[in-house]
């Protein structure tokens, strides 16, 4: 099992351009979760899937829309990349949201927005 | 709004020294407090738990304190090890009005000294 994944690893971008960062789990999950890292701030959730075809906004979101494709695969885009979205992205995942449920995250992604 | 504070933010200990990471809450609705364990370039792994209704949880070297009253735990790392050198987030887990979100402390970055 390959856990949770992300792609792409590292990604430079201009202000102004968009892209979307990509999340897939192989643990049958239904939450999945999307965080920023930074400096001295420690992990903010962005947004949220409780279980397939919902999704929330969490502690950051403005600047950001997610998908949920499927209960497998959520998706973070940036519609027009600030400099203050340069951060370290970890995508997570956990059985579900009631319960004491472990999050088990990805290996991040890092974005620079120039 | 930070409802978690953690520290220190960074920490030199000695090899088979103790390492204490603080953190303090507001909201006593959490019920559920883990530590996340983070190795440069990858994502953090959930490294232990409490629930409040306990004062104190050990596993192997590393054991967390709970005061259910001031608000506060604690993860000590008896005989720290190089390979501890880590980042570690204390978190916390809302309760029902915040059902199974994490909100995480700002990291404390450790450095254990051969």
């Known amino acids: 099992n390959a856990g949770v994944t992300q792609t792409p690893k590292f990604q430079v971008l201009k202000t102004g351009q968009s892209m979307t960062l990509q999340c897939a789990q192989d643990m049958n999950h239904n939450s999945m979760y999307w965080y920023r890292q930074d400096p001295g701030m420690g992990l903010r959730l962005i947004y949220y899937?409780?279980?397939?075809?919902?999704?929330d906004k969490g502690e950051v979101p403005n600047g950001y829309n997610v998908s949920r494709l499927n209960k497998r695969e959520f998706s973070l885009r940036l519609e027009s990349a600030a400099p203050s979205q340069t951060s370290v992205y970890f995508c997570a995942s956990s059985t579900g949201l009631a319960g004491f449920n472990e999050q088990f995250f990805g290996p991040g992604t890092r974005l620079t927005v120039l | 709004q930070q409802q978690v504070k953690q520290s220190p933010q960074s920490l030199i200990v000695q090899k088979g020294g103790i390492s204490i990471i603080n953190c303090a809450y507001e909201n006593t609705a959490f019920d559920y407090f883990p530590w996340y364990q983070q190795f440069p370039g990858k994502g953090p792994a959930l490294l232990i738990a409490?629930?409040?209704?306990?004062s104190e949880k050990k596993e192997g070297r590393f054991t967390i304190s709970f005061n259910k009253s001031a608000k506060q735990f604690s993860l000590h790392i008896m005989d720290s090890q190089p390979g501890d050198s880590a980042t570690y987030f204390c978190a916390a887990r809302g309760g029902s009005s915040n059902t199974g979100k994490l909100i995480f402390g700002q990291g404390t970055t450790l450095q254990v000294k051969p």
């Open positions: 409490i629930r409040p209704d306990v």
């Open positions: 899937s409780a279980s397939e075809g919902t999704t």
